[in-house]
């Protein structure tokens, strides 16, 4: 007995060693994860600061000296470019090199090395984008500029010196947790970065959807369910801004596409909800004389953030802003003499185009009444665990062929045309860094037209002040020359007339200066009139963002950066401003029970104010949702093929003006409905929802708790997160707090002889969850505070805020 005993004992002593280096399915080697000194319990960090530290640091020129304010926010002193980009990316990486990993590899395709099969899809998806063509491109387009070129690579060689320093103990949690270790950072690795901001913000289409719309209703419904401009909208250049320029020809649709539109024809979707605002205000409106700038993008929210702020300077540079873990310069932010910021333009650069193939070898393709060469490129994606998937993407001159076949397609749940080439801006060479290392350094209103020269993509809504009293605002990037509703629908690959026909010149592209009603704004919204003489999109974000930023400044007087605070925090509703009157005049409250009358009462008196303890918001979004879906559902509901739902706009605009609209009869009953129906119907929906879900009207019925919100971690890891807690707004209010998105960070600065910045990002400096500044600043965003910013003036300048001095030396 005692052998066996002694037997069974190692066996299990054996089998505990195995299994504790062994990865069972997304579960580490724990081991290796619980090991005292190499495993996550050397991620916990002190929340104690080394007052003064002082290191070697190979690869620098000279001296660079580092202070960290309370939230760790590094003030970079160098003295020349070299050490500032070097610092800049050692420092980066030491607080987020995760982060900058595990999002270069989602952009090149590269997540089945480290997470496994589960993977796949998404990197086959990325690699059949042409991701890699378009960070190629862009990299080339970078190493032409003998100053980008050194700015790059002193970057990146900053990076690796903090990789060098690495030992497995020193590896971020989620290294540990994936068990792999981190590899060389490359120029191409930043280049990455922009295609994967370009395709969040300019890599949806909806041209699948709208081309099965056509089909299905031929192009008379088409064109009057989908008009090219809303029926509400308040432009981002103010409407009757005159063009001072001579417009380019524009091009013209083939006869094929006018005769599609006459007859009718026998993706990834954009994601909606995905918005920004900036506005900038004239010194003849503030309290100083001098302008006050405002800037929240709004993306999808993380822990880490995908903003890290820091302070830059150097001989001919001190900047304060936020910049992309991953990528050189400050992205937005101020200097001493100017201020700019970006909202998401949704041009519209991302075409699809049917390609005829000669036979089955798709080895040639029809264009231009020729057949013309296919080419081929393999792509090879390393999985964990498994053997390399090869993959085989035919190029046109269009570009790749996304999904040439359709269970392909299906499998990766992708909802993007198949048998098309993909023509996206991109792909093409480019050199954006080039704008913030100009925007950095800017002095006036000419450097940052100068700036945005070498802007490309995504396109984005530029927004400027200067202590000079200038403003302005120019939707700006390189935009395609094209006809009006060029991309709408899916195009013929073979006619030369449907490719893009050139660029509209940067000096044409919308923008305007110092208007006479004292600011400028954007909220995602149309760009322009319709006097502009060229097509950029023909759908936008809903006005209602715009049109309440617009209403608030233009009544503002003496107005401080508190007072651009509170506008960034604002959750009055324009659209039940707009609907819910109309809403409640074809409501029959006869036909009401006595629960759904109670909420028809306290809908009345709400206030339109999304705030987190608002009944009424729940309420009137519920009901809104409801009377949406009951409208179109019937229609546009398709098991077999994806459509295109109606814009919220459009929605309106036949509540408003044609309540006996065809729409809102219901075509699966046999009686034939009218607005009122549907109206009756969704608020009764809506109301009986909440008791359901909610319980008898009361505080469970609060905004706030119908609409829960969670900071979650960037690889959704349990527990990394912030947990849901209460917000107001929602995804057509100021402050657009809806499904994850929101203000990834807000920042007010006011411009004069002495400039100051105020800002907050939703979490924290460190990309560690074991450290203090993982989320240190979550609670003042949740609050709807800013910070003020330390900017210094110089390496000596003594501040109570400064916790550490970091000198650094070769």
């Known amino acids: 007995m005692k052998v066996f005993k002694a037997v069974l004992s190692a066996v299990i002593t054996l089998a505990l060693i195995w299994a504790l280096q062994t990865k069972f399915g997304d579960i580490p080697p724990l081991g290796e994860f619980l090991n005292p000194s190499t495993g996550f319990w050397q991620n916990a960090e002190s929340k104690n600061i080394i007052p003064e530290e002082d290191f070697k640091l190979q690869g620098l020129q000279g001296k660079v000296t580092v202070k960290f304010d309370e939230n760790m926010v590094p003030h970079i002193f160098a003295d020349n470019d070299h050490d500032l980009y070097y610092v800049q990316g050692y420092l980066t990486a030491k607080a987020r090199l995760w982060q900058m990993d595990i999002q270069t590899r989602s952009a090149a395709g590269r997540l089945s090395e480290v997470v496994g099969p589960k993977a796949l899809e998404v990197d086959r998806y990325h690699r059949r984008m042409g991701m890699t063509l378009g960070a190629q491109h862009t990299l080339q387009g970078i190493i032409k500029d003998p100053v980008m070129s050194k700015v790059i690579t002193a970057y990146s060689d900053g990076v690796n010196a903090y990789i060098k320093q690495l030992k497995p103990g020193g590896y971020p949690i989620e290294f540990k947790l994936l068990n792999y270790a981190p590899e060389e950072w490359k120029p191409i690795n930043s280049a990455y970065l922009l295609k994967l901001m370009s395709e969040t913000l300019a890599g949806g289409s909806n041209e699948l959807a709208m081309t099965n719309v056509l089909d299905k209703f031929g192009a008379k419904v088409t064109n009057e369910l989908f008009p090219d401009y809303p029926m509400h909208e308040d432009p981002i250049i103010p409407a009757g801004t005159k063009w001072d320029f001579k417009p380019l020809p524009v091009p013209q649709p083939p006869a094929a596409f006018k005769a599609q539109m006459l007859a009718g024809m026998k993706n990834k979707d954009r994601v909606e909800g995905i918005g920004s605002n900036n506005w900038a205000v004239s010194g003849t409106k503030t309290a100083s004389g001098y302008p006050i700038l405002a800037n929240d993008p709004h993306l999808n929210l993380t822990l880490p953030s995908i903003w890290y702020q820091m302070q830059m300077t150097a001989p001919g540079v001190n900047v304060y802003g936020v910049t992309l873990p991953g990528a050189p310069c400050i992205v937005i932010g101020y200097n001493q003499k100017v201020s700019w910021g970006v909202t998401n333009v949704d041009a519209d650069i991302l075409d699809w185009y049917q390609i005829k193939f000669k036979d089955a070898n798709r080895n040639e393709y029809w264009y231009n009444n020729k057949w013309n060469k296919v080419e081929r490129k393999i792509e090879t994606i390393k999985i964990l665990g498994q053997e390399a998937v090869t993959d085989t993407v035919l190029y046109t001159h269009h570009g790749p062929v996304v999904y040439d ?406």
């Open 405 to 810: 076949n359709a269970a392909m397609a299906k499998k990766g749940r992708i909802n993007v045309p198949v048998g098309n080439a993909l023509r996206w801006i991109a792909h093409d060479e480019s050199d954006e860094f080039k704008t913030f290392y100009l925007l950095n350094r800017a002095k006036n209103y000419t450097d940052y037209r100068q700036a945005l020269r070498y802007y490309t993509a995504p396109a984005q809504n530029f927004i400027f002040a200067s202590a000079d009293n200038d403003i302005a605002i120019t939707p700006n990037g390189k935009l395609p020359l094209k006809y009006k509703d060029q991309g709408k629908f899916i195009m013929d690959g073979s006619n030369p007339a449907n490719d893009w026909q050139g660029w509209i010149p940067y000096e044409q592209n919308p923008t305007v200066k110092n208007p006479p009603r004292g600011f400028v704004s954007s909220a995602n919204q149309s760009s322009t009139d319709q006097t502009y003489p060229y097509y950029i999109n023909w759908k936008f974000a809903g006005y209602e963002r715009g049109k309440r930023i617009n209403d608030r400044l233009a009544a503002m007087s003496k107005a401080t950066a508190d007072s651009m605070r509170v506008l960034q925090m604002d959750y009055y509703s324009i659209r039940a401003q707009d609907i819910l009157p109309t809403m409640l005049k074809y409501l029959d409250a006869s036909k009401l029970d006595d629960a759904q009358l109670a909420a028809l009462d306290t809908l009345k008196k709400w206030d339109r104010f999304y705030g987190v303890k608002s009944l009424g918001a729940s309420i009137f979004s519920t009901w809104w949702d409801k009377f949406y879906n009951f409208t179109w559902r019937d229609s546009f509901e398709d098991k077999d093929k994806l459509l295109y739902y109606p814009t919220a706009d459009r929605t309106e605009a036949l509540l408003m003006k044609e309540p006996n609209s065809v729409w809102f009869d219901n075509k699966n009953t046999p009686v034939k409905e009218a607005a009122s129906d549907i109206i009756l119907a969704s608020f009764t929906a809506a109301i009986n929802e909440l008791i359901k879900e909610q319980g008898n009207m009361g505080k469970a019925w609060r905004w706030g708790n119908v609409k829960p919100f969670e900071v979650k971690h960037l690889g959704n890891v349990p527990g990394l997160g912030s947990g849901n807690f209460a917000s107001g707004g929602s995804g057509s209010t100021v402050n657009a707090l809806i499904d994850g998105h929101g203000p990834s960070w807000r920042m007010v600065v006011q411009l004069g002889p002495q400039v100051k910045g105020y800002g907050i990002i939703p979490g924290g400096q460190s990309g560690n969850p074991g450290s203090f500044f993982y989320d240190d600043m979550l609670k003042t965003w949740q609050d709807g505070k800013l910070k003020e910013l330390l900017f210094l003036q110089s390496a000596t300048q003594n501040s109570t805020r400064i916790k550490r001095t970091l000198t650094l030396s070769k």
